[in-house]
């Protein structure tokens, strides 16, 4: 039996304590990062083309994260009967990369140096951003890691290739992603509505190999379909733009779609995902915490992010 550290141990309300990510300890030597899990915030929106905001996301979704720290190892899902993210899954929370106002080179390169110590420490890397552009050092942080496929969750595209000069914003990272020798292909979902990309973006898209899914498409094929249309064996990087979501329950974020996902959707595609592929790794963007006095967007993030890191764990044996 998992046992709880409510006799031994402080009471710790989610109210009390540093917010680190889930409560969970804080090292701020990227050198001595050892860990399953490590939680990295990019709190960078210079590249938003409209409401800025997503800088604070990653306080945000910290601060909402310790409403699901229990004061006990793993919480108990009696539908699926099992207990996610027990004590043997260590997770760390390795603070914020150093972002440079103005300066998106330098700042997006201090996010790619934070995935690449903890991808050197063998870890899992979750970012918490930022706009959509964080994704970007992200994925450039994987150039030594093998082959990846990429799973967009998001509204957008996010497939252009340069808009006045502007390759490195939010509307950029999945045609920069598509560049890259070892990304073998997208699998985009929840894409609709009026677009920031234009039909020329979603030719481009599609013959560099993209599957792209609109919610209503998905919807029609349910959630294993929509897994199963991932290529067998592929390593998989997911990154979820919070946008995805019907801003009825989201409308914490830049650039609010509706006509959303809904959450069990979207859960049940990842635990889909995270059973029957290899996730390397993870990021949420895009949450604008101050668009949202409930705070309910910032706790749908986080309550995403932990639900799927007891997937892919427990999909490892933990």
């Not at 390795?94 to 790619?112: C, L, Q, R, V, Y």
Request: include cysteine.
């Amino acid at each position: 039996m998992t046992k709880h550290g409510y006799e031994t141990g402080r009471l710790d309300l989610p109210f009390v304590g540093i917010p680190t990510f889930g409560k969970r300890s804080y090292v701020s030597d990227w050198s001595l990062i050892d860990a399953d899990i490590a939680i990295l915030g990019a709190p960078f929106d210079a590249g938003t083309q409209w409401r800025p905001g997503a800088r604070f996301g990653p306080r945000g979704v910290r601060e909402a994260s310790t409403l699901f720290s229990f004061g006990h190892a793993g919480a108990y899902d009696h539908e699926d009967d099992a207990t996610y993210l027990p004590g043997s899954v260590r997770m760390v929370d390795i603070g914020d990369a150093d972002i440079i106002h103005t300066d998106t080179k330098t700042s997006h390169a201090n996010i790619e140096k934070g995935l690449r110590a903890i991808l050197n420490a063998g870890a899992l890397p979750v970012t918490i951003g930022g706009d959509h552009s964080v994704n970007i050092p992200c994925i450039n942080a994987f150039d030594n890691q093998g082959d990846i496929h990429i799973l967009q969750i998001d509204a957008h595209l996010d497939f252009v290739d340069e808009r006045h000069g502007v390759r490195h914003g939010h509307g950029n990272p999945m045609r920069r992603a598509a560049e890259k020798p070892y990304v073998t292909g997208l699998t985009q979902l929840g894409i609709r509505n009026v677009s920031s990309t234009a039909k020329d973006g979603y030719d481009d898209a599609r013959a560099r190999g993209s599957d792209i899914l609109s919610v209503r498409q998905m919807r029609a094929l349910g959630p294993q379909a929509t897994a199963n249309r991932i290529p067998k064996g592929a390593r998989v990087y997911v990154t979820i733009d919070i946008d995805a979501f019907c801003p009825s329950i989201a409308p914490g974020t830049g650039t609010p779609s509706h006509g959303g996902f809904l959450y069990y959707e979207v859960l049940e595609v990842l635990q889909e995902v995270a059973q029957n592929h290899e996730v390397v790794g993870l990021d949420l963007v895009e949450v604008a915490p101050d668009y949202d006095p409930t705070g309910s967007t910032s706790i749908l993030a986080a309550q995403l992010l932990l639900n799927v890191l007891g997937f892919v764990f427990l999909a490892r044996g933990h």
